[in-house]
């Protein structure tokens, strides 16, 4: 009925009604979710505001959609649902005399550097699926990436959105009054949907120089990270991988790897002043070598794109270990990620499952990946540890979600990190802007006091 009445609004070209279609838009990254009653290809904001009416009068739940790259279940609906893909709205305008872009929600993120790049510009978020995801899912998710320790994370680069709410009205938010445009930054198509967003150019670096430290034990490497940020260096990335994420990237690569090493780091210092910039790479290596790291510095820019395309390369190549994981995406204070890494390395120990820990350990964001086989190991176990590291974030001070998002996979772990009070403000803030409960519904926010 309201694929019927979507198809007559929009035109059959915007509607996919097969089954076949429909199928390839239940998932995303990590999480296969409901068939979708029908999906809408928006070609602009209109076609948003037509979709949002329909399913608002036929009450039906709406799932945002974007490259669909996502690593919390974000795009994969819960319940039968219309999923809106936005992959038809990339319209991207270049204001490099305000060193400003304007981007509709499907705009690839790589695509805003590689078209500000001829202005002698640059937009720093930069999450490893910066070729597929898009600037829609990273405002929803408020994506980071290597560069964000010293660059900031999407929503830093913000400065207005225009978003399509539950009822349909269309707002144009800025960063000022009640920062509106904040609250649906990280929202995860909860508070409304995003149809364009005013973003914040920079200008790229004049230097760059990278090294890599192998240390023996994961906490050394931990260790050295407070010691050298103590020193004074603000890296521009840095970024560690464990022994297990060494071991499957070196498989996958054969770049030559120290597959032995218990973790090791990648770093960047970067800036306009070369001597500052050689100088903040030289704490940084001092720093490693006082925890026991053998440190190696890239020669020249092809030696740091080897040593940067190991660590895109984490993600893919995990899969030659196990067919499936369950990727975490904890924060907590620098001043305990020692003692957080090594006890996440022995609770995947006793619990006899694979954790491959990596991530941009400058910010305290760690994604343990527990990888398994679901033919040989029970999910049940998968997701009894995935709540033991959650645990291990909060009890240090720290929480759920950096970038990924909580959507379905850490919704019911929110209860131990948010307290009653806060947890109560979200459900208000979320009843007030989507009174039906039809934006992406059963992520984020569990039902407890719903
Ligand atoms: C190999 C790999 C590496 C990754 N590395 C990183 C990383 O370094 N940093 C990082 O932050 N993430 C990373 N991710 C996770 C993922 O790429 C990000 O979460 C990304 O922001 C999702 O963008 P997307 O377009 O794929 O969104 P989707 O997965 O399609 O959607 C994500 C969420 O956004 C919502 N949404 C999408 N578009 C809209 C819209 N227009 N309006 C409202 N809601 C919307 C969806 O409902 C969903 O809740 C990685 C994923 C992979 C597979």
């Known amino acids: 009925m309201i694929a019927e ?9 915007k509607v996919l009604t097969g089954k076949a279609e429909r199928m390839t838009y239940r998932h995303d990254a990590i ?3 409901a068939l979708p009653m029908a999906v809408v290809l928006p070609e602009d904001t209109a076609d948003v505001v037509t979709t949002v009416k ?39 305008d270049l204001f490099p005399e305000r060193r400003e872009a304007w981007a509709q929600p499907g705009v690839v993120t790589a695509t805003v550097s590689e078209r500000a790049k001829p202005f002698g510009l640059v937009y720093p978020p930069d999450p490893a699926s910066w070729r597929t995801s898009t600037i829609g ?18 929503g830093d680069y913000v400065k207005e959105i225009e978003f399509v709410d539950a009822s349909g009205a269309v707002h144009r938010a800025a960063r000022d009054a009640f920062d509106l445009a904040g609250l649906l930054i990280g929202s995860e198509g909860t508070l409304g949907l995003i149809t364009g967003a005013r973003l914040r150019l920079d200008t790229p670096p004049a230097f760059t120089r990278t090294l890599m430290a ?9 260790q050295a990270v407070s010691r050298a940020i103590a020193s004074g260096a603000v890296p521009a990335k840095l970024e560690f991988m464990d022994r297990a994420c060494l071991g499957a990237v070196e498989g996958y690569l054969g770049i030559g790897l120290p597959v032995h090493a218990g973790a090791a780091l990648l770093i960047d210092t970067d800036g306009d002043d070369e001597e500052t910039v050689t100088e903040e790479l030289e704490l940084a290596r001092a720093a490693c070598e006082a925890e026991g790291g053998t440190v190696r510095v890239a020669a020249n820019a092809a030696e740091a794109e080897d040593l940067w395309r190991a660590r ?39 619990a006899g499952l694979v954790v491959a820990q990596f991530g941009h350990i400058g910010d305290g964001n760690l994604h343990p990946n527990i990888l398994y086989d679901p033919k040989k190991e029970s999910s049940d176990a998968v997701h009894a540890l995935a709540h033991e590291i959650a645990l291990v974030a ?8 950096g970038e990924h998002g909580i959507g379905s996979m850490k919704r019911d772990f929110m209860t131990d990190a948010v307290d009653a009070v806060t947890m109560d403000v979200l459900w208000r803030v979320k009843r007030t802007l989507d009174p039906r409960g039809q934006l992406n519904p059963d992520k984020l926010l569990p039902e407890v006091s719903a």
């Open 5 to 13: 009445r979507l198809r007559s609004a929009l035109g059959a070209r």
């Open 31 to 33: 999480q296969i979710g």
């Open 54 to 92: 329909l399913c608002r009068d036929a009450n039906v739940p709406i799932v945002g959609r974007g490259a669909a790259s996502g690593l919390s279940g974000g795009a994969a609906p819960a319940r039968e649902s219309v999923v809106v893909a936005f992959t038809r709205m990339t319209k991207l």
């Open 137 to 154: 899912g990273n405002l929803a998710e408020n994506a980071g990436g290597p560069m964000c320790f010293k660059k900031g994370v999407t």
């Open 214 to 222: 192998h240390f023996a034990e994961v906490g050394q490497a931990a």
């Open 312 to 350: 895109r390369a984490i993600s893919p190549s995990l899969g030659r270990i196990r067919p499936h994981r369950m990727n975490e995406d904890i924060v907590v204070p620098r001043s305990a990620l020692a003692e957080v890494v090594r006890e996440i390395e022995e609770l995947g120990r006793e």
């Open 394 to 401: 909060v009890r240090h001070g720290g929480v759920l979600s």
